[in-house]
């Protein structure tokens, strides 16, 4: 098996033996975090080059070059953008000659990863970011190029086509799906393998995420009509002594190996946490194994989509539908524990006509009582809750278990927000998290209500959330306010909420520039208690905007008749309001409902 078409040969009749880990085994053996481990082809040549051999030396067949993220967008971070050609060249070359002088028959795949998030940073669209480090790879000697651990299908098959157009390399494409098999898009893993097939991958497959266990179930479910490459982690990690450790032995690494060839893999690997130990035991256990042949005619298709249960909580969309004015009321929960002015609050607001009681999260990045908990408080005293889901605060794993929480409960409204940034509040040392912004907090929503999670886990339900956006009508350029609105309701919001509004003519104005969005639009309407408060609203919190006529309006007013003229303010904004959408959006000031509470008599006297 001494040159490259041999290998695709040999596939038709053995099992073949990959390599394992690099980067993790670097870590394990003193190479600190945070370095460019890339770069050690360059600075630190023998390094890797040992650890080439002494995979070969296990048995490996097929030894992975160090390049997974030798990328123009990744090696900006080490500001090596300029130094691509450089480290890939010698990536392969390091393999190349590590495979030559062993004599053992094994061929060089030349490792490339995905991109990230970021791909513009590096200044290149992402063709020309992949096309510069396949070349360096094929011109230091790989023999193929192995693209591994991508979870989007698209940036895939784009690296596919780059690596088609640059010769007649063989190409091997590796997917990290989770244990269900559902990716972060939505795509069924099965359908995504056999479409790489039909798009001209010589092998696809699996790698990374799972341990071997949960690769083997994933072998399984997707029931492969064509050969599989899969490279399992070696369990899942643990933080021990300040690095992260796998506990998979390398003789049930190779057993649940070796069960993975017999459904179906024809070239078995190991990813993050392997070691040459694992790929010795795990070359022994495949020794003698044939590829599976599968009965099956194809992949097994994604599932029906899971039921949606009957909601217990009818929507406001649902309101609106039916003909009603639809009034919804902000009261913060308190930053204090004792809640009894709170509840007497909500509930004399929803016999005054409220339809829900929206809830904010931290607003301004000010410590309150949890939102969430409250909300359930409001549920069991027959309240409907909406509640503002803040990006700050929580990882994408906490935001949907919030949410989760929530369908749970029997909760459905929620109103994604990005989050004001935890240093401008009551606790400037805490870390805002921001893993998303409004825009993906409303598209891992919608996601949700599909059945499945970011990762793709089955929910077995799906849970009809109702999501919403904000829009502030106040700002210096409304045209990009109208541009951020458009993206947030493509991502899945079905209903907008605003920042105060304090004159009549803006609200006309976003009547006519959000009428064509098709979703509701709940203007917000904040009562003025007196002079000092415009003044404070205006100039220390933001989004909020007090107009000159409005704030000469309230100038020296106080007590009642600072309150009374509040109140003549608000109704007339909200005569505008009810001209124009089919609810309105009223805001509590500092838990002064008794206001409030005669805005929405208003409003139903009307």
Known sequence: MGNLPDLFEELKSAVLCGDGAMGTLLAERGVPAGNCFEEL?????ETISSIHREYLDAGAQLITTNSFGAN??????????????????????????????SGR???????????????????????????????????GGADLILLETFQDPEELSLALQVAKSLGNKPVITLIASPESGRLPGGAWIGDVLESLG?????????NCVNGPQAMLRLVEKIAPSRPLAVYPNAGRPTYQEGRIAYGTT?????????RMAETGAALVGGCCGTSPLHI??????????????RHTTGVVTSLEPPPTPEPTEKSILDLIAGGKTVIVTELDPPKTLPLEKFFTAAEALTRAGSDAITLADNSLAILR????AVA???????????????????????????????????????????????????????????????????????????GYTLAGTDLQARPDLIAGCTFNPNARSLDTQIQRLERKINAGARYVMTQPVFETALVEETAKRTAHFGVPVFIGVWPLLNGRQAKFLHNEVPGITIPVPVMARMEGLEGAEGRKEGVNVAKEVARAVLDHFPGIYFMTPFLAYQTTEELSAFVRGR
Do not use: W
Not at 82 to 95: E, K, P, S, T, Y
Not at 198 to 206: I, Y
Not at 287 to 292: A, E, I, M, N, V
């Open 41 to 45: 082809c360059l600075s630190q040549p």
């Open 72 to 101: 123009a967008r990744k090696l900006l971070t080490f500001g090596l953008e300029g130094r691509v050609g450089d480290i890939n060249r010698a990536a392969a070359r390091l393999a190349r000659e590590a495979v030559d002088a």
């Open 105 to 139: 028959p094994a061929l060089v795949a030349g490792s490339v990863g995905p991109l990230g998030s970021h791909q513009a940073e590096a200044g290149q669209n992402p063709a020309v970011l992949f096309r510069e480090q396949i070349s360096g790879l094929l011109e």
């Open 198 to 206: 039909e798009q001209g991958a010589d092998l696809v497959g699996l």
């Open 250 to 258: 390398p003789e049930y690494f190779a057993d649940l190996g070796r």
């Open 280 to 293: 010795k035991a795990l070359s022994k256990a495949l020794q003698g194994l044939k590829p599976t042949t």
């Open 369 to 372: 009582v949890s939102n969430f």
């Open 376 to 450: 359930a408080m409001l549920k069991q005293r027959g309240i409907t809750p909406l509640l503002h889901v803040s990006c700050r605060d929580r990882n994408v794993i906490g935001l949907q278990s919030e949410l989760l929480g929530m369908a749970a409960m029997g909760m459905r409204h929620v109103l994604a927000l990005t989050g004001d940034p935890a240093k401008g509040g009551d606790h400037p040392d805490a870390t805002s998290v921001y893993d998303v912004n409004s825009v993906g907090l409303l598209e891992i929503i919608r996601r949700l209500n599909e």
